[in-house]
């Protein structure tokens, strides 16, 4: 069957579709023992032999599919330049997965890791608009001005983000405690938001990715989603909005 070679690689559990195009850019695949620096050369994937830094991959014949509670202090990727601790790190398994997305060092909560690139590549892609469910501690009381501000959308690095559900959920010590639904992934997007408003984030922790929950998981623990949940992850992303 002829297929994309980032379709392939990311099946293959390498990494999401997108990184797998920085893998090719980057010169790190082979084909048949060429490397290949293009994006959206198609391959026989019966036939041809693909290597990721000199090593063969083939596509798994099973996925696995894991929720982290995940606590602070480590970065979300497989692995760090500076030698941080990484949420890999915290997973035990001989399988090699990757996180679904992305929270910062500081942030914890709901974090998925699987081998499947499909999936990978349909939750984070943004015309999927997956919800993503955050509680959020604040330094101070929140103006409703800035609440609003927050909840129509505000312009990040030149270009607008997406409305989002916004509410103060309670004061804690003289702070507001928001939950925040957004259906987009922009880098530090809550945090930044908060920061363009004059307020500092003390806590972010994100309690739903669609409709996987933490369920009583606790900070740094792991297990695989069940079968239930796996099928209502899937759901979520059958119909492009």
């Keep these: 069957m002829i297929v994309r070679l980032n379709k392939y690689l990311a099946s293959a559990g390498v990494a999401a579709r997108r ?4 893998l090719i850019k980057a010169g790190r695949i082979k084909v048949n023992d060429e490397v290949i620096r293009q994006v959206g050369v198609r391959i026989d994937d019966q036939n041809d032999v693909v290597m990721f830094d000199n090593i063969i991959v083939s596509r798994e014949k099973e996925f696995i599919y894991i929720l982290l509670n995940k606590p602070k202090g480590f970065v979300t990727t497989v692995k760090d330049e500076f030698k941080r601790n990484t949420v890999i790190d915290l997973i035990p398994v001989e399988e090699r997965i990757f996180p679904v997305g992305r929270l910062d060092y500081e942030s914890t909560g709901v974090l998925i890791l699987t081998n499947d690139g499909e999936l990978n ?6 015309r999927y608009k997956i919800e993503k469910t955050y509680h959020v501690l604040l330094d101070r009381h929140i103006r409703p001005v800035d609440l609003y501000q927050v909840q129509r959308g505000m312009e990040l690095d030149g270009e607008k983000t997406l409305p989002c559900k916004a509410s103060e959920i309670r004061i804690v010590d003289n702070c507001s405690l928001l939950e925040i639904i957004i259906r987009e992934g922009k880098n530090r997007q809550i945090r930044r938001m908060a920061e363009k408003l004059n307020y500092k984030v003390q806590e ?16 740094g623990d792991w297990r695989y989603l069940n079968d239930s949940e796996l099928e209502s992850l899937k759901l979520s992303t059958a119909n492009q909005v």
Aim: aromatic share 4%.
């Design 204 to 219: 972010l922790d994100r309690i739903a990715f669609g409709p996987i929950t933490l369920a009583g998981l606790r900070r």
């Design 121 to 126: 590549n349909r939750l984070i892609h943004p």
């Design 19 to 22: 990184k797998c195009d920085d």
